[in-house]
T-cell receptor
Framework: GAGVSQSPSNKVTEKGKDVELRCDPI?????LYWYRQSLGQGLEFLIY????????KSGLPSDRFSAERTGGSVSTLTIQRTQQEDSAVYLC?????????????FGQGTRLTVV | GEDVEQSLFLSVREGDSSVINCTYT??????LYWYKQEPGAGLQLLTY?????DMKQDQRLTVLLNKKDKHLSLRIADTQTGDSAIYFC???????????FGTGTRLKVLA
């Protein structure tokens, strides 16, 4: 597609429920990133996929968080048993490292509210 | 370890210059970036600098990189109300291609 697409744009869920957030990266981009932006906080790195390599999961805050990337394209971030502290904007980005400056292109984000 | 810090807020008057500062701990970065986030929007690349450069100018924007002090700054000349946004500095690293972002600086431009 023309840009990084995330869905849904907004999600309200009850505490304890599972949620899935979707990211469609720019076609041909081999790298895909998930970040979390909480109110008043910077961008917190969650997970990073690069081609067929094992993902870098070092930023996932707990084992309730997981992500997968199917066929090297679409990615899903899953949060199990959501807690109120999971409320944030979840941003996805993709990048192609054959570009000279390795620019990351961001989606509009999914605003998650846990009530 | 990787850590990128910025001051949280900056307020300037329209027409003045703005300087947004960033300090980082990992000096092995390849590129350093400034991203802009407007209200309700995703991040967009504003400008970038290769790590072996000291300065880059792009119209109203000037990026200064002090590798000795691990300090990056963004100067916006003739700041306009449309420049009001959150500005993030970021590093990327050869080999891992991982981006580390700063805490973001909220710039408010007063008319």
């Amino acid at each position: 597609g023309a840009g990084v697409s995330q869905s849904p744009s907004n999600k309200v869920t009850e505490k304890g429920k599972d949620v899935e957030l979707r990211c469609d990266p720019i076609s041909g981009h081999t790298a895909l990133y998930w970040y979390r932006q909480s109110l008043g906080q910077g961008l917190e790195f969650l997970i990073y996929f690069q081609g067929n390599s094992a993902p870098d999961k070092s930023g996932l805050p707990s084992d309730r968080f997981s992500a997968e990337r199917t066929g090297g394209s679409v990615s899903t971030l899953t949060i199990q048993r959501t807690q109120q502290e999971d409320s944030a904007v979840y941003l996805c980005a993709s990048s192609s490292h054959d570009r000279p400056r390795w620019e990351a292109f961001f989606g509009q984000g999914t605003r998650l509210t846990v009530v | 370890g990787e850590d990128v810090e910025q001051s949280l807020f900056l307020s300037v008057r329209e027409g003045d210059s703005s300087v947004i500062n960033c300090t980082y701990t990992d000096s092995s970065s390849t590129y350093l970036y400034w991203y802009k986030q407007e209200p309700g929007a995703g991040l967009q690349l504003l400008t970038y600098i290769f790590s072996n450069m000291d300065m880059k100018q792009d119209q109203r924007l000037t990026v200064l990189l002090n590798k000795k002090d691990k300090h990056l700054s963004l100067r916006i000349a003739d700041t306009q109300t449309g420049d009001s946004a959150i500005y993030f500095c970021a590093e990327s690293f050869k080999g891992t291609y991982k981006y580390i972002f700063g805490t973001g600086t909220r710039l408010k431009v007063l008319a």
